[in-house]
C-alpha cells in the first residue's frame, strides 16, 4: 500500500482470522478519520480511483527517502560548505583586470549590461561568504519531481559579505558586476578542488540570473548521482547590505545610459526586481516553511499544483512558457493566497480575496488555486498576498510599472515583474479548460491521465494555431500587439536555457520561439478591426494606431455613417479566412520587427492543401462545369409524379460538409474532353419519402416492385421537364435472391453536372421485412405458402439490417452531422483532415467508415461525459488543433474499451456501453451513441483486429510527426506519407486510366495529362460513382476473404496492399473446400504425416493478375523480415 492511503480497519488478514475462531467476534468501526476521508473520497473527488490515483502518485513525484541515496549528497554539501569557507580572498581590483585575468584561466566572468570599463571608480573582490543555507524546495521538502527524467534541484545561497559593496552599487548594473566575478571565483575554484562538473545557467538567458551548476561526476569520491540531483550556487546579500532597498522601487531609475533623451532615465522595474532577488531565498525558505507547518496539507497540495503546471510547461523542459523559468517560488505564494487571503489596499477593498483557511485538504487546496489562476486576470487587478507587517512599497508603484502584479508575503517582490502577459492569459486558459475536464468529465475519462500524466506541452494539440517564428532576422523590439476579442490567450513558448561551459561568458542567442494562439470563435476571423473615429489627422488614438498598423492601417466609411481607422483582411475562400489570426502576426513581426514572412511559418497553408485539388487539376474542372445545381435537382421532383413529396433526406458526406474533397461536377458536354484519370463522378445519396397512401401493396416484393415503377416514372417526368440529362433506374442484387437488400435506385445526372442516387423510403417496408425475418413453422402452424423459407428469413434479416442503416440511422446521422458542422466552426475542417489522412493511409471506407470517422472526429468537441457547452475552452477552434486531438486519441484508444459520443442530444448516457464479442473478421470498435446503443451500427464490419492495430501504430507516428519542433512542409508531407513495407503483397495499377488518380495525395503529374487516346462509342456517357479500382477491390476482398487482408486508398490510390492472414500460414491436412489454393507440403524422409497441403501463394498472386488484367499493371510478392 502506498504511503498515505487509508489504512483497511475492518477486512485485514488478522480480522478475518479472528473470524474464523470466533463467530460472534465483531469488526472494528471505521474511525472519525477514515470516516472523513471516505466521504471526501465520494463528495469531494471525481471518484474514489480518481483518490486513489492522487494517493499513489504524490510519494512518487518525491526524492527519495532512503539513506542510501540522500547520504552522499549529504556528505557532498558539508564538503561544499567547508570548501567555500575556507578559500582565500581576493584584492579588489578592476572589474575589466579581474576578468581578464580569470580569463587566462579558463573561467569566463557574465557580466551584465551595460559592460564595465577600466575608467571605473569601483572594483571587485571577493571573500568567504558570510552564510551558506540550503534553500528552496529541496530544504523544505517538498520538492517536485520535473519531466523527462531531469535532476532535482538542490539551491545553496552562498551570501556576499557586506564588506565587498557600496552604497551605490544599485547603479548601472555594478551589483551584477561584482555578482559576477564573486560566481567566476567560486566556479574557478569548485572546478579545480571538487571532483565535480561545473557550469553556468543564466535563467531566460539573463546574465544577472546566471548561478552555478554543480553535477556529479560518476565514480568519483563526490559522487552524488544516486540522489538524482544537482546544486545550484546562488550568490546573495544579506538583508544589511550598504545598498537602500527604498532605492530599488519599481518606479526608480537605475541605470543610466549614456546618449538617452533629455526626459531623463526611464523606471527600471524589472531591473530593481532582479536585485531584490538577491535578498528572497532566505525569507522564502522561512516563509515556506512556516506555511508547510500551518496547513497540514500544503506539501501535497504544492505536488499536485507543481506536477500540473510541469506538464503544461510552466517550468524548465524543451518547450516552456515564456517568463515561468525559475519560478518555483511563484507556486508556493499561489498556496499562500489561497490559505492567508489578499492583503487589502485602497484599490480592491470591496473585492478583497479572504482567506478559506488551513484545514483544507490537498485537493480542495489543488482546486482553489486553479480557481485563482483561472478566475484572477493578474494584468488588470493587483494581488498582495497577506503579509504580516504590510507592505513595503505602495501598491500604485507596482501597477505604474508592472504590466502585471503579484507581490509574495514577504513584501520583497513583484514575482510576475518579468512574466508577458501573454503567459499570464495562456495560464489563465489552463486553469480555466482544468476545472472544465474536472466538472463535465465522466467517470469513463481517465481524467486524471489528463490532468497529471499526460504531457500537455504538444503546442499542436493545445493551441488552434502554431506559429514558427525565427529570430535570426530580427532588427526591432517594439511594444507587441493584443489581439483582444480574437483568441482567448497567447502563449510564447521556447526551450529554457541550458548549461553552459563555465568558459562560456553567455548563452546563445534565443533562435526560434513559438506563439500559440486559442481562437475565440465568434471573433477570430473578423474581416474588419475597426480603431479610433476620425477626429483629426493628429488625434493621439489615430497616430497610435497608425503606427501600429503601419501601411494597413485605412480610414473608412461605413454604412451607419461612421468614418473610422480600420484594418480590413481581403479573403477570398473560407480557408483563407481561417488564416486571419495568423496573417495579422506576421504582418506585425514584419511591421515591428522586421521579421520576414518566409520566416514565420505555421501548417495550417500545407494542411489546406491536402484537402483541395492541385490547381493545375481544379482549372480543368472550373472550366468544364458550374458549380451550382445542388437546389434545383432536389426541388425538381416534387409536381411531376401523382404522390406527393413529403421530405429529402440526404445522406451523402457531399451534403453535410465531410468529404475529405469537395465534388466536383462534370457536365455531360464536357465529359468527354476529360482524360481518364480526371472522369470520376461521385454520386450524391438522397432518399425521397412520399406522403401516406393505402395503395401501397402489403407484400415486400410487390413493394419493391411499386418502387421500381414509382422511380421510373420520377425519370420520365424529370427528362420531359428538361429538368435532368440522363435517368437510369438500377436495380441493386444481381445475386438471384428473392428480395432485393439495397433496393432499387435511381441514378439522374443533371445538366450542371452532379449526379444523384434516389432511393424511395416506404416506412411500413421494415414491418414486413420484421414479418419475414422472425416467420417460424410449428407443428401447430404450418407454414403458409406467403410466408418465407428459411433462406428468405436470412435474406429478410440482412435486408431489414441494410434498411435500418440506409433509411433510418444515416438520415439521422447526416442531420446530427450537419447540425455539428454549424455549431463548431472546426468540426468539419477535422473531419475532412482526418478523412484524409485514413485514406492517405489505406484505411479510409476499406476497413474504417466514413460515418465512424465523423463519430469520432466530434469527440473533442462534444466530449464523452456531460456534453461540453459550445464556449468549453478545451473545444478545438481551428481543424489543425482538432485533427491533433484525434489523432491523440487513436493512438491511445485500446478498441477493447467501448467510447460513447453524445452527438444527438445535450446529456450524458444514461448506461455505459458495453463490449459486444465479434468474431476475426468482424470490427472491434465499439462507438455508442443515443440512438446506438450497441455502437455496432458503423462498425460492426470494420476495422477488424488487424486493422485497428495497424491503425493504432499509424496514428503513433503522426503524433510524434505532428508534435514535433519544427513545422515544415516535408513534415507535412511525412505525416501523409504512407510506408509500403510491411505489406506482403503490393498490387501496382495503372494510373492512366484510374478516374480518380487526380484526387491521390500524390498524384504524378505525368499521369495527370491531358493527352487522350481515340476515344471510345460510350466514353461520352458519364458513369456516375464509376471506379473500377473501387469495384477491383471489393472483388479481391470477397475472393480472398480467408488468405488476404487488402488495404487501398480510396481517393485515386495506384496501390492496392495486402498481407497473408496468419491462419493460412503453415502446413496443415488436406481437405475439400479449404478455402484457398492450396499445393502439397514437401514431404520429410520417413514422415507418416502424408496429404497435408500449404498455400500456394503463387497461385493466388497469378489469379489476382488475370482477374485484374489489363488494369493491373505488377503484382510483387514481399518478403518481410
Known amino acids: 500500500m502506498e504511503d498515505g492511503e487509508p489504512q483497511n480497519s475492518g477486512g485485514g488478514e488478522e480480522d478475518s482470522m479472528d473470524w474464523g475462531a470466533s463467530s460472534h467476534h465483531a469488526s472494528k468501526p471505521p474511525t472519525g478519520e477514515e470516516l472523513r476521508m471516505i466521504k471526501d473520497a465520494v463528495n469531494l473527488y471525481q471518484s474514489s480511483s480518481f483518490k486513489l490515483q492522487i494517493d499513489a502518485l504524490l510519494p512518487n513525484v518525491r526524492p527519495s527517502t532512503k539513506d542510501s541515496r540522500k547520504a552522499p549528497l549529504e556528505r557532498f554539501l558539508h564538503s561544499l560548505r567547508s570548501h567555500l569557507i575556507s578559500m582565500r580572498a581576493f584584492e579588489p581590483q578592476n572589474p575589466v583586470s579581474a576578468a581578464r585575468a580569470l580569463a587566462k584561466q579558463g573561467i569566463a566572468m557574465p557580466f551584465a549590461l551595460p559592460h564595465p570599463t577600466e575608467e571605473v571608480k569601483w572594483k571587485v573582490g571577493f571573500e568567504p561568504p558570510?552564510?551558506?543555507?540550503?534553500?528552496?524546495?529541496?530544504?523544505?521538502?517538498?520538492?517536485?519531481?520535473?519531466?523527462?527524467?531531469?535532476?532535482?534541484?538542490?539551491?545553496?545561497?552562498?551570501?556576499?559579505?557586506?564588506?565587498?559593496?557600496?552604497?551605490?552599487?544599485?547603479?548601472?548594473?555594478?551589483?551584477?558586476?561584482?555578482?559576477?566575478?564573486?560566481?567566476?571565483?567560486?566556479?574557478?575554484?569548485?572546478?579545480?578542488?571538487?571532483?565535480?562538473?561545473?557550469?553556468?545557467?543564466?535563467?531566460?538567458?539573463?546574465?544577472?540570473?546566471?548561478?552555478l551548476v554543480l553535477s556529479p561526476r560518476k565514480g568519483s569520491q563526490n559522487d552524488f548521482s544516486k540522489a538524482h540531483a544537482k546544486i545550484h550556487v546562488i550568490p546573495v546579500i544579506s538583508s544589511s547590505n550598504p545598498m537602500p532597498l527604498s532605492r530599488l522601487s519599481p518606479s526608480h531609475a537605475n541605470v543610466r545610459l549614456p546618449g538617452k533623451s533629455s526626459a531623463g532615465p526611464q523606471p527600471t522595474p524589472i531591473y530593481n526586481t532582479n536585485v531584490l532577488l538577491a535578498t528572497y531565498p532566505k525569507l522564502s525558505l522561512l516563509a515556506t516553511n512556516a506555511l508547510k507547518h500551518l496547513c497540514p496539507a500544503f506539501s501535497d497540495a504544492y505536488a499536485l499544483l507543481r506536477v500540473w503546471a510541469n506538464q503544461r510547461g510552466y517550468g524548465e523542459g524543451p518547450i516552456c512558457v515564456r517568463g515561468f523559468e525559475g519560478k518555483g517560488c511563484w507556486w508556493n505564494e499561489v498556496l499562500g493566497l489561497v490559505v492567508f487571503g489578499e492583503e487589502s489596499t485602497r484599490a480592491n477593498k470591496a473585492n478583497v480575496r479572504k482567506p478559506l483557511g488551513k484545514g483544507l485538504s490537498s485537493y480542495q487546496l489543488f482546486r482553489a488555486a486553479l480557481d485563482v489562476l483561472a478566475r484572477q486576470d493578474f494584468s488588470q487587478k493587483a494581488v498582495h498576498v497577506k503579509s504580516t507587517n504590510g507592505h513595503k512599497f505602495s501598491p500604485d508603484e507596482y501597477t505604474s510599472h508592472h504590466s502585471a502584479v503579484f507581490v509574495d508575503s514577504t513584501s520583497t517582490l513583484n514575482l510576475l515583474a518579468d512574466v508577458p502577459s501573454t503567459s499570464l492569459s495562456m495560464l489563465r486558459y489552463d486553469a480555466n479548460e482544468t476545472l472544465e475536464k474536472l466538472n463535465t468529465s465522466s467517470e469513463s475519462d481517465n481524467i486524471f491521465a489528463q490532468l497529471f500524466l499526460n504531457d500537455q506541452t504538444q503546442l499542436s494539440k493545445r493551441c488552434d494555431a502554431v506559429i514558427r517564428v525565427d529570430l535570426a532576422r530580427a532588427s526591432k523590439k517594439q511594444s507587441a500587439y493584443e489581439f483582444g476579442d480574437r483568441v482567448q490567450a497567447i502563449g510564447i513558448f521556447h526551450p529554457s536555457s541550458k548549461m553552459r561551459s563555465i568558459t562560456d561568458a553567455y548563452n546563445p542567442l534565443l533562435s526560434?520561439?513559438?506563439?500559440?494562439?486559442?481562437?475565440?470563435?465568434?471573433?477570430?476571423?473578423?474581416?474588419?478591426?475597426?480603431?479610433?473615429?476620425?477626429?483629426?489627422?493628429?488625434?493621439?488614438?489615430?497616430?497610435?494606431?497608425?503606427?501600429?498598423?503601419?501601411?494597413?492601417?485605412?480610414?473608412?466609411r461605413f454604412k451607419d455613417g461612421r468614418i473610422v481607422e480600420s484594418v480590413v483582411w481581403e479573403v477570398k475562400t473560407s480557408d483563407e479566412r481561417a488564416h486571419i489570426p495568423v496573417a495579422i502576426v506576421r504582418h506585425l513581426l514584419r511591421y515591428h520587427f522586421g521579421i520576414p514572412e518566409n520566416d514565420v511559418r505555421s501548417p495550417q497553408n500545407y494542411l489546406?492543401?491536402?484537402?483541395?485539388?492541385?490547381?493545375?487539376?481544379?482549372?480543368?474542372?472550373?472550366?468544364?462545369?458550374?458549380s451550382s445545381g445542388f437546389k434545383s435537382a432536389l426541388s425538381a421532383f416534387d409536381g411531376l409524379i401523382p404522390l406527393a413529396l413529403s421530405s429529402v433526406s440526404p445522406t451523402s458526406e457531399y451534403l453535410r460538409y465531410a468529404s475529405a474533397l469537395g465534388p466536383v461536377p462534370i457536365p455531360q458536354s464536357a465529359y468527354l474532353a476529360l482524360p481518364d484519370s480526371y472522369r470520376y463522378l461521385p454520386t450524391i445519396d438522397v432518399n425521397l419519402e412520399f406522403e401516406k397512401s393505402t395503395k401501397w401493396p402489403d407484400d415486400i416484393r410487390a413493394v419493391q416492385k411499386a418502387k421500381l415503377a414509382l422511380l421510373e416514372a420520377i425519370a420520365t417526368a424529370l427528362l420531359s421537364a428538361n429538368k435532368i440529362t440522363r435517368a437510369s433506374v438500377c436495380t441493386a442484387d444481381c445475386s438471384g435472391s428473392t428480395i432485393q437488400q439495397q433496393g432499387p435506385s435511381l441514378e439522374i445526372h443533371t445538366a450542371e453536372g452532379w449526379a444523384f442516387s434516389v432511393r424511395i423510403w416506404y416506412d411500413r417496408e421494415a414491418t414486413l421485412l420484421e414479418r419475414l425475418s422472425s416467420s417460424v413453422r410449428t407443428p401447430a402452424r404450418p407454414l403458409a405458402p406467403s410466408e418465407a423459407n428459411p433462406r428468405e428469413q436470412r435474406e429478410a434479416q440482412q435486408a431489414l439490417e441494410i434498411y435500418t442503416c440506409q433509411f433510418i440511422h444515416a438520415p439521422r446521422h447526416h442531420?446530427?452531422?450537419?447540425?455539428?458542422?454549424?455549431?463548431?466552426?472546426?468540426?468539419?475542417?477535422?473531419?475532412?483532415?482526418?478523412?484524409?489522412?485514413?485514406?492517405?493511409?489505406?484505411?479510409?471506407?476499406?476497413?474504417?467508415?466514413?460515418?465512424?470517422?465523423?463519430?469520432?472526429?466530434?469527440?473533442?468537441?462534444?466530449?464523452?461525459?456531460?456534453?461540453?457547452?459550445?464556449?468549453?475552452?478545451?473545444?478545438?477552434?481551428?481543424?489543425?488543433?482538432?485533427?491533433?486531438?484525434?489523432?491523440?486519441?487513436?493512438?491511445?484508444?485500446?478498441?477493447?474499451?467501448?467510447?460513447?459520443?453524445?452527438?444527438?442530444?445535450?446529456?450524458?448516457?444514461?448506461?455505459?456501453?458495453t463490449v459486444v464479442a465479434v468474431s476475426s473478421k468482424q470490427g472491434v470498435w465499439t462507438i455508442s451513441t443515443s440512438e446506438d446503443n450497441s455502437g455496432r451500427?458503423?462498425?460492426?464490419?470494420?476495422?477488424?483486429?488487424?486493422?485497428?492495430?495497424?491503425?493504432?501504430?499509424?496514428?503513433?507516428?503522426?503524433?510524434?510527426?505532428?508534435?514535433?519542433?519544427?513545422?515544415?512542409?516535408?513534415?507535412?508531407?511525412?505525416?501523409?506519407?504512407h510506408a509500403t513495407e510491411d505489406y506482403d503483397v503490393l498490387i501496382e495499377l495503372d494510373p492512366m486510366i484510374l478516374p480518380r488518380y487526380h484526387q491521390s495525395i500524390n498524384a504524378e503529374s505525368s499521369a495527370l495529362s491531358k493527352d487522350r487516346t481515340i476515344p471510345q462509342e460510350d466514353d461520352a456517357t458519364p458513369r456516375p460513382g464509376f471506379d473500377p479500382a473501387w469495384l477491383l477491390f471489393q472483388d479481391l476482398q470477397v475472393t480472398y476473404s480467408d488468405t488476404l487482408?487488402?488495404?487501398?486508398?480510396?481517393?485515386?490510390?495506384?496501390?492496392?496492399?495486402?498481407?497473408w492472414l496468419p491462419i493460412v500460414s503453415g502446413i496443415r491436412p488436406f481437405r475439400v473446400m479449404g478455402g484457398f489454393s492450396s499445393t502439397p507440403a514437401e514431404q520429410k524422409p520417413n514422415e507418416k504425416n502424408k496429404g497435408t497441403v500449404v498455400l500456394n501463394k503463387q497461385a493466388v498472386l497469378d489469379e489476382i493478375e488475370r482477374l485484374g488484367a489489363g488494369f493491373i499493371k505488377k503484382v510483387e510478392a514481399r518478403e518481410r523480415s
Open 608 to 626: 489546406d492543401a491536402k484537402l483541395r485539388l492541385p490547381d493545375e487539376v481544379s482549372s480543368i474542372f472550373q472550366a468544364s462545369g458550374s
Open 815 to 913: 442531420r446530427a452531422v450537419a447540425n455539428l458542422a454549424h455549431r463548431f466552426t472546426a468540426y468539419v475542417g477535422t473531419v475532412r483532415l482526418v478523412k484524409r489522412w485514413l485514406a492517405a493511409h489505406w484505411l479510409l471506407t476499406t476497413h474504417v467508415s466514413a460515418e465512424a470517422v465523423e463519430i469520432i472526429s466530434a469527440r473533442p468537441f462534444l466530449g464523452s461525459g456531460a456534453v461540453l457547452p459550445d464556449d468549453a475552452s478545451s473545444i478545438p477552434r481551428s481543424k489543425e488543433r482538432g485533427f491533433a486531438q484525434v489523432l491523440e486519441f487513436l493512438r491511445d484508444w485500446k478498441p477493447e474499451e467501448p467510447i460513447f459520443v453524445p452527438i444527438y442530444e445535450d446529456s450524458a448516457p444514461s448506461s455505459e456501453p
Open 937 to 977: 451500427m458503423w462498425t460492426s464490419s470494420g476495422p477488424d483486429a488487424i486493422a485497428a492495430r495497424r491503425l493504432r501504430a499509424i496514428a503513433r507516428e503522426a503524433c510524434k510527426i505532428l508534435h514535433g519542433t519544427d513545422i515544415d512542409s516535408l513534415d507535412v508531407e511525412r505525416l501523409f506519407s
Open 512 to 556: 526560434t520561439i513559438y506563439i500559440g494562439l486559442t481562437y475565440n470563435s465568434e471573433n477570430a476571423f473578423r474581416l474588419v478591426d475597426h480603431g479610433p473615429p476620425a477626429d483629426g489627422p493628429d488625434s493621439e488614438a489615430g497616430r497610435l494606431f497608425r503606427q501600429l498598423w503601419g501601411d494597413k492601417a485605412e480610414l473608412r
Open 1045 to 1059: 487482408k487488402f488495404f487501398y486508398d480510396v481517393y485515386g490510390g495506384r496501390y492496392i496492399g495486402a498481407i
Open 130 to 211: 558570510s552564510d551558506i543555507n540550503v534553500v528552496g524546495s529541496w530544504a523544505n521538502q517538498i520538492c517536485v519531481k520535473r519531466k523527462d527524467g531531469v535532476p532535482f534541484t538542490v539551491d545553496v545561497t552562498i551570501e556576499m559579505p557586506d564588506s565587498l559593496f557600496q552604497e551605490k552599487d544599485y547603479l548601472d548594473s555594478r551589483y551584477f558586476h561584482k555578482r559576477a566575478f564573486y560566481l567566476a571565483v567560486v566556479a574557478q575554484s569548485l572546478s579545480t578542488s571538487l571532483e565535480v562538473d561545473t557550469f553556468y545557467q543564466s535563467t531566460l538567458g539573463d546574465p544577472r540570473l546566471t548561478v
